[in-house]
């Protein structure tokens, strides 16, 4: 029964550049919690609402296994998730045959359109190769989801599973935070700006103590959701623009060394010897350039920290760097957060659902998304490699 309640579907694209803007620019600009900033209760009042999402309770809300929210639908993505589960050490190789698998199936598909052109069979072949198509779509989003859970469950940090199975008298705590773990992903720079992202969107503070910590909060779900959201787009745009940075700087020293000034362009493809940290998973075979987009790089001036570099971009880079590659990971995304937030039914968040939780269980949320979107174009880098993913 939806009790009057009416759902709402979110914009990625609306979070895009309003989330990075508004990080990098404001520190004053945050999301409005119901009863904001954040009512206040005594520790007692506190612990009796307490409702903790563990591996320990007894609801079916479990950090254990792969049990997150979205459940692959493919038969690459369960046999994928049997594996991360029971072979953790042979996962890199059947994730490659899996790619290489698809990538053949779907040239084969097409192959048999070429070659029908014309011919009275040319309608019956297209058509094939669209059902191929979008089945290989299907299943290397999967596979880009399990190489998520992979980078997740090599920190020994699960994803959050589904809200809806966490909720107790519409009160949510997640216990263990994991709050260092998630954090040690990033380099002291990134830090920085994700602790000021945290600021921004939730109004924490870095020194804060316990009780404002798990003091009782309400916030509405929808809402929650586009935190959520706008994060993940957040991490994704950080791991793309420290690695712009990163490179930036290497390839200014080198020049430098060899009395190179002016100007030049370069290709991240080209860039690859200069260090494996431009290798996600570190387990990527084959020489396919990726698509960052070509880098500027002006010589000869002050090495600048990352968060002055990012301010510098224009609206066409910032562009580029957070809006995601492929319409795998735009699609991922989307799922992945209706899994998360959505009704059990109908998969869309109620716009009215109002929940009581802490701003220790927000930061949390807020860190695996800024994450899942840091190692989701991981993901994407290493499906490129071996399967041509379609451009966003």
């Known amino acids: 029964m939806d009790c009057g309640l009416s759902y709402s579907k979110i914009s990625l694209h609306q979070s895009l550049l309003f989330t990075v803007k508004t990080t990098l620019l404001s520190s004053s600009t945050r999301f409005t919690f119901k009863n904001s900033p954040f009512t206040s209760s005594s520790v007692g009042s506190r612990r009796s609402l307490f409702v903790v999402a563990s591996g320990n309770s007894s609801s079916k809300c479990e950090f254990s296994g792969l049990n997150a929210p979205l459940v692959p639908t493919t038969p690459t993505g369960r046999l994928l998730s049997t594996v991360l589960l029971n072979d953790r050490n042979n996962f890199h190789v059947v994730v490659q045959k899996q790619l290489e698998q698809l990538a053949y199936d779907r040239d084969e598909a097409l192959a048999r359109i070429n070659l029908?052109?014309?011919?009275?069979?040319?309608?019956?072949?297209?058509?094939?190769?669209?059902?191929?198509?979008?089945?290989?779509?299907?299943?290397?989003?999967?596979?880009?989801?399990?190489?998520?859970?992979?980078?997740?469950?090599?920190?020994?940090?699960h994803l959050v599973p589904k809200l809806s199975k966490c909720m107790y008298n519409d009160r949510l705590e997640i216990w263990p935070c994991r709050d260092w773990e998630l954090e040690s992903i990033h380099s002291c720079e990134v830090l920085e700006m994700v602790r000021e992202h945290l600021t921004t969107v939730l109004g924490w503070k870095e020194k804060s103590n316990v009780t404002d910590n798990w003091a009782p909060t309400k916030v509405r779900k929808l809402q929650l959701c586009r935190v959520y959201a706008a994060?993940?787009?957040?991490?994704?745009?950080?791991?793309?623009a420290s690695l712009r940075h990163h490179l930036e700087q290497?390839?200014?020293?080198?020049?430098?060394?060899?009395?190179?000034?002016?100007?030049?362009?370069?290709?991240?493809?080209?860039?690859?010897?200069?260090?494996?940290?431009?290798?996600?998973?570190?387990?990527?075979?084959?020489?396919?350039?990726?698509?960052?987009?070509?880098?500027?790089?002006?010589?000869?001036?002050?090495?600048?920290?990352?968060?002055?570099y990012v301010m510098s971009f224009d609206a066409e880079t910032l562009q580029m760097c957070a809006k995601p590659k492929s319409k795998e990971a735009l699609n991922l995304i989307e799922k992945h957060i209706y899994a998360l937030f959505g009704d059990e039914k109908t998969g869309l968040i109620a716009s009215g659902e109002v929940i009581s939780t802490s701003l220790a269980s927000l930061k949390r949320i807020v860190l695996e998304a800024i994450a899942f979107g840091s190692f989701l174009w991981d993901a994407e880098e290493y499906i490129r490699t071996v399967y041509q993913l379609k451009d966003n």
């Open 116 to 157: 029908s052109f014309g011919s009275d069979e040319a309608f019956l072949h297209r058509r094939i190769a669209e059902v191929k198509e979008l089945e290989c779509q299907a299943s290397v989003e999967d596979i880009m989801y399990i190489l998520i859970s992979y980078k997740f469950s090599g920190m020994r940090v």
């Open 231 to 240: 994060s993940v787009l957040f991490g994704y745009f950080l791991k793309s």
């Open 250 to 308: 290497k390839v200014d020293h080198i020049n430098r060394d060899l009395g190179i000034a002016g100007s030049s362009q370069l290709l991240l493809s080209e860039l690859r010897s200069l260090g494996s940290e431009t290798v996600p998973f570190s387990h990527i075979s084959g020489t396919r350039s990726t698509s960052v987009g070509r880098i500027p790089l002006v010589r000869e001036k002050k090495q600048e920290k990352l968060k002055y």
